[in-house]
C-alpha cells in the first residue's frame, strides 16, 4: 500500500518511501520464516545425528556380545579349551553329559617334516663327500637311491594327514572324531589298555571292540583332562598300560 503525500502542491518521494518500506517489511516476514525454517531444520538434523550416535554406540556393545568366547577351562582342573564346542561336536554329546575338554589338530605341522627332511639331506651330504661320483652315474639308477632315502618325509607327511581329528573329553567317556571316518566313543571306565599309535604317533586307547586314537600334539592335554575327571580312580579291573598313560589307575 502506497501513500501520496502533497506538500506545497509538488509530489515528494514518499510514496516510494512507503512503497519500500512495505518491501521492506515483507523481506523481513520472508527472512524470519526461512530463519525459522532453517532452525527447524538443523533442530531435526540435531536429532537425526544424535538418533545415529545411539545407534553408533549401540553397535559395538552387539558386536562385542555376539564376538565367540575365547580359549578358557571348561571345568575345574581341566586344560584350556580353545573355545566353545562346535555345533558339529556337540551333537555327540549325549543327554546330561558334561563336557571336560576338547581341542582338535586342524593341519599338518610343518616342523617335524622339515627335521626329517633336514637329516635326510645330512645324509645326503655325507654320501656326496665319501663318493663324489655318485652324482655321475644316470637318472635311471640315481632316482631309487634317492627315493630311498627321502621315503621318511613321505611317512611323516602321511602320519600327520591322518592325525588330523578332534578330541573330546567328557566327565565319562573320550570321542574321537577323525577328518576321514566315523566319530567313536569310548567310556573311560572300559578303557583296557594303552598302546602308541603308530598311525598318528599318538596314543591309542582300547575297549571292547572299541579304539579312539589321540594326536601326539593333544595327548598331554587329554591326559589332564581325564584326571581332572576323577572317573579312572575307581575301577573293577588293571588297565594294560606300558606307557604309563591313564592317570588315577591300577597297573
Given at each position: 500500500?502506497?501513500?501520496?503525500?502533497?506538500?506545497?502542491?509538488?509530489?515528494?518521494?514518499?510514496?516510494?518511501?512507503?512503497?519500500?518500506?512495505?518491501?521492506?517489511?515483507?523481506?523481513?516476514?520472508?527472512?524470519?520464516?526461512?530463519?525459522?525454517?532453517?532452525?527447524?531444520?538443523?533442530?531435526?538434523?540435531?536429532?537425526?545425528?544424535?538418533?545415529?550416535?545411539?545407534?553408533?554406540?549401540?553397535?559395538?556393545?552387539?558386536?562385542?556380545?555376539?564376538?565367540?568366547?575365547?580359549?578358557?577351562?571348561?571345568?575345574?582342573?581341566?586344560?584350556?579349551?580353545?573355545?566353545?564346542?562346535?555345533?558339529?561336536?556337540?551333537?555327540?554329546?549325549?543327554?546330561?553329559?558334561?563336557?571336560?575338554?576338547?581341542?582338535?589338530?586342524?593341519?599338518?605341522?610343518?616342523?617335524?617334516?622339515?627335521?626329517?627332511?633336514?637329516?635326510?639331506?645330512?645324509?645326503?651330504?655325507?654320501?656326496?663327500?665319501?663318493?663324489?661320483?655318485?652324482?655321475?652315474?644316470?637318472?635311471?639308477?640315481?632316482?631309487?637311491?634317492?627315493?630311498?632315502?627321502?621315503?621318511?618325509?613321505?611317512?611323516?607327511?602321511?602320519?600327520?594327514a591322518l592325525?588330523i581329528r578332534?578330541?573330546?573329553?567328557?566327565?565319562?567317556?573320550?570321542?574321537?572324531?577323525?577328518?576321514?571316518?566315523?566319530?567313536?566313543?569310548?567310556?573311560?571306565?572300559?578303557?583296557?589298555?594303552?598302546?602308541?599309535?603308530?598311525?598318528?604317533?599318538?596314543?591309542?586307547?582300547?575297549?571292547?571292540?572299541?579304539?579312539?586314537?589321540?594326536?601326539?600334539?593333544?595327548?598331554?592335554?587329554?591326559?589332564?583332562?581325564?584326571?581332572?575327571t576323577r572317573?579312572?580312580?575307581?575301577?573293577?579291573?588293571?588297565?594294560?598300560?606300558?606307557?604309563?598313560?591313564?592317570?588315577?589307575?591300577?597297573?
Open positions: 500500500m502506497s501513500l501520496r503525500l502533497i506538500e506545497g502542491g509538488k509530489g515528494t518521494r514518499a510514496p516510494v518511501e512507503a512503497e519500500a518500506t512495505e518491501v521492506t517489511r515483507d523481506a523481513g516476514a520472508k527472512g524470519r520464516a526461512r530463519a525459522l525454517g532453517t532452525g527447524k531444520a538443523k533442530e531435526k538434523e540435531r536429532g537425526s545425528g544424535k538418533r545415529r550416535g545411539k545407534a553408533k554406540g549401540r553397535g559395538p556393545s552387539v558386536e562385542r556380545s555376539a564376538a565367540p568366547l575365547g580359549a578358557r577351562a571348561l571345568a575345574p582342573g581341566a586344560p584350556v579349551s580353545p573355545g566353545t564346542l562346535p555345533l558339529e561336536f556337540a551333537v555327540l554329546l549325549r543327554s546330561g553329559e558334561a563336557l571336560i575338554w576338547w581341542n582338535e589338530k586342524e593341519g599338518i605341522a610343518v616342523r617335524p617334516i622339515l627335521v626329517v627332511v633336514a637329516i635326510c639331506g645330512a645324509v645326503l651330504a655325507l654320501i656326496t663327500g665319501f663318493a663324489a661320483d655318485f652324482w655321475m652315474q644316470p637318472w635311471e639308477t640315481l632316482w631309487p637311491p634317492l627315493a630311498a632315502l627321502f621315503s621318511p618325509v613321505l611317512a611323516v607327511l602321511i602320519r600327520e592325525a578332534a578330541s573330546i573329553i567328557t566327565d565319562g567317556a573320550v570321542v574321537d572324531i577323525p577328518r576321514f571316518g566315523e566319530p567313536k566313543r569310548l567310556a573311560i571306565a572300559a578303557i583296557e589298555a594303552v598302546r602308541r599309535d603308530l598311525w598318528t604317533g599318538g596314543v591309542r586307547l582300547e575297549g571292547k571292540g572299541v579304539r579312539v586314537r589321540i594326536p601326539p600334539s593333544l595327548a598331554d592335554d587329554a591326559r589332564k583332562a581325564i584326571a581332572s572317573r579312572a580312580i575307581v575301577r573293577s579291573r588293571e588297565v594294560d598300560d606300558p606307557l604309563a598313560w591313564l592317570p588315577g589307575v591300577r597297573r
